[in-house]
């Protein structure tokens, strides 16, 4: 089988935090063409992959964006149909789309036309960037709602869901200090947390994605503020402690780090990526990933590059980073495709699966790749309840999940 991740990289403007590559339309002229020139160019990567992989069962789609109404869900659906006529769509375990919640009515026309045309499929995951409910960070984020404004995107939004839909909402934990009616400081305003709280209890959602606020050299708010301390990491990851254990509080499971849902309501994508499935990441500088158990996957190797040894068992691709050579069919950039010897897959096996709810079923078939003593440092780890061993399995717990890059830097020889 394969997986579908689209990358929709429009927005009305980037957040300042923001670090993904994506266009805001509202600041460029000709936003129709470029838009135009997009999906045609998609298309032409989608019947790419297609000429090879055609037999292929697609397991899930994953629509990944800022602001979707700069494509209308007439587009959406052109996608989708497209990748139906070069792919066999029958067995489709989910369809997910994420984005922006705004403009709002907008949103709601989004959900209620792929409600409508798709409601045949077993599975649509709509993941809405809520972000935060404080004001404050809202309005320095430079995100285009206000807590007010959510709260009443909510509510309408309930009165769309059907059954087969799973509501999935990002939260940030920021770190963000505010001054109370007394002047004192406290690190989430009392309302909104409340509301927050209320809200993860009110059942309208199936999962949570709650991540911590990370600055790179190419978001917005790295180059433009003067102080770049504003946000402190223990306060982040105070904050973040904070609004997981009121998600863990409401009943959901901890499916991933940064991940939580009800009870078979995980996101089916995030489970391919992790558990290192085929899949395919279509536009700029996406990087995919295959198997050679894919049909016609040494005829793919040989046509990305015939030097290629074809007895290789992993491949990862990434497209190019220049928009103009992959409108004119060059999608793949043949300086940074790598070849996954049996060590790059096992420390990529073992980093990933660390990161989920799933056991390890053999920690011995990674000790080529783990330091020394790793069976010592495992016991120890168990000892503290820091993980959770069975014979020769091992998964993390929920506190050793928040410091996974400890575990990770201490148990790999190299990373």
Same mark, same amino acid.
């Given at each position: 089988?394969?997986?579908?991740?689209?990358?929709?990289?429009?927005?009305?403007?980037?957040?300042?935090?923001?670090?993904?590559?994506?266009? *805001?339309?509202?600041?460029?002229?000709?936003?129709?063409?470029?838009?135009?020139?997009?999906?045609?160019?998609? /298309?032409?990567?989608?019947?790419?992959?297609?000429?090879?992989?055609?037999?292929?069962?697609?397991?899930?789609?994953?629509?990944?964006?800022?602001?979707?109404?700069?494509?209308?869900?007439?587009?959406?659906?052109?996608?989708?149909?497209?990748?139906?006529?070069?792919?066999?769509?029958?067995?489709?375990? /989910?369809?997910?789309?994420?984005?922006? *919640?705004? *403009?709002?009515?907008?949103?709601?026309?989004?959900?209620?036309?792929?409600?409508?045309?798709?409601?045949?499929?077993?599975?649509?995951?709509?993941?809405?960037?809520?972000?935060?409910?404080?004001?404050?960070?809202?309005?320095?984020?430079?995100?285009?709602?206000?807590?007010?404004?959510?709260?009443?995107?909510?509510?309408?939004?309930?009165?769309?869901?059907? /059954?087969?839909?799973?509501?999935?909402?990002?939260?940030?934990?920021?770190?963000?200090?505010?001054?109370?009616?007394?002047?004192?400081?406290?690190?989430?305003?009392?309302?909104?947390? +409340?509301?927050?709280?209320?809200?993860?209890?009110?059942?309208?959602?199936?999962?949570?994605?709650?991540?911590?606020?990370?600055?790179? *050299?190419?978001?917005?708010?790295?180059?433009?503020?003067?102080?770049?301390?504003?946000?402190?990491?223990?306060?982040?990851? /105070?904050?973040?402690?904070?609004?997981?254990?009121?998600?863990?509080?409401?009943?959901?499971?901890?499916?991933?780090?940064?991940?939580?849902?009800?009870?078979?309501?995980?996101?089916?994508?995030?489970?391919?990526?992790?558990?290192?499935?085929?899949?395919?990441?279509?536009?700029?500088?996406?990087?995919?990933?295959?198997?050679?158990?894919?049909?016609?996957?040494?005829?793919?190797?040989?046509?990305?590059?015939?030097?290629?040894?074809?007895?290789?068992?992993?491949?990862?691709?990434?497209?190019?980073?220049?928009?103009? +050579?992959?409108?004119?069919?060059?999608?793949?950039?043949?300086?940074?495709?790598?070849?996954?010897?049996?060590?790059?897959?096992?420390?990529?096996?073992?980093?990933?699966?660390?990161?989920?709810?799933?056991?390890?079923? +053999?920690?011995?078939?990674?000790?080529?790749?783990?330091?020394?003593?790793?069976?010592?440092?495992?016991?120890?780890?168990?000892?503290?309840?820091?993980?959770?061993?069975?014979?020769?399995?091992?998964?993390?717990?929920?506190?050793?999940?928040?410091?996974?890059?400890?575990?990770?830097?201490?148990?790999?020889?190299?990373?």
């Amino acid at each position: 089988m394969l997986s579908l991740y689209i990358h929709i990289p429009f927005c009305n403007q980037k957040c300042k935090y923001c670090s993904f590559n994506i266009f *805001p339309v509202n600041n460029l002229e000709n936003s129709q063409k470029i838009i135009d020139n997009y999906i045609s160019s998609l /298309e032409k990567e989608i019947d790419f992959y297609a000429d090879y992989f055609w037999s292929q069962q697609i397991k899930s789609i994953y629509f990944w964006w800022g602001t979707p109404s700069k494509i209308w869900s007439k587009n959406i659906i052109r996608i989708i149909d497209r990748i139906q006529s070069r792919f066999n769509l029958e067995n489709l375990a /989910e369809l997910s789309l994420e984005f922006n *919640p705004y *403009p709002k009515e907008e949103i709601y026309e989004l959900v209620k036309t792929l409600n409508n045309h798709y409601k045949w499929f077993s599975r649509l995951r709509y993941s809405f960037w809520i972000q935060s409910f404080d004001n404050k960070i809202l309005q320095e984020a430079w995100r285009e709602t206000s807590f007010l404004w959510l709260v009443d995107f909510l509510r309408g939004l309930r009165e769309l869901k059907q /059954e087969n839909n799973v509501f999935n909402f990002d939260f940030i934990a920021f770190g963000k200090f505010n001054e109370t009616r007394k002047w004192n400081l406290q690190l989430r305003d009392q309302n909104t947390l +409340d509301f927050f709280q209320n809200f993860v209890n009110s059942l309208l959602a199936e999962s949570f994605s709650l991540y911590t606020l990370e600055l790179f *050299p190419w978001s917005l708010r790295y180059h433009q503020d003067k102080n770049k301390d504003m946000f402190a990491d223990d306060d982040i990851y /105070e904050e973040f402690s904070l609004l997981k254990e009121l998600i863990l509080d409401a009943g959901y499971i901890r499916y991933e780090l940064s991940n939580f849902s009800k009870l078979w309501k995980s996101s089916i994508h995030n489970r391919v990526y992790r558990d290192m499935e085929n899949y395919i990441w279509l536009w700029v500088s996406g990087s995919s990933f295959l198997n050679s158990d894919i049909e016609n996957y040494q005829k793919f190797i040989k046509k990305v590059n015939s030097d290629f040894d074809t007895k290789n068992k992993w491949i990862r691709i990434t497209n190019t980073q220049s928009i103009s +050579d992959y409108i004119n069919w060059n999608f793949i950039d043949q300086n940074n495709i790598q070849i996954l010897k049996d060590d790059d897959y096992l420390i990529e096996k073992f980093f990933l699966g660390l990161r989920t709810d799933q056991w390890i079923t +053999d920690i011995d078939e990674f000790k080529s790749v783990l330091v020394a003593n790793y069976q010592s440092l495992i016991e120890t780890y168990q000892k503290d309840w820091f993980c959770i061993l069975n014979d020769k399995k091992m998964k993390l717990t929920d506190h050793w999940m928040d410091v996974f890059n400890s575990i990770i830097t201490d148990l790999l020889e190299k990373i």
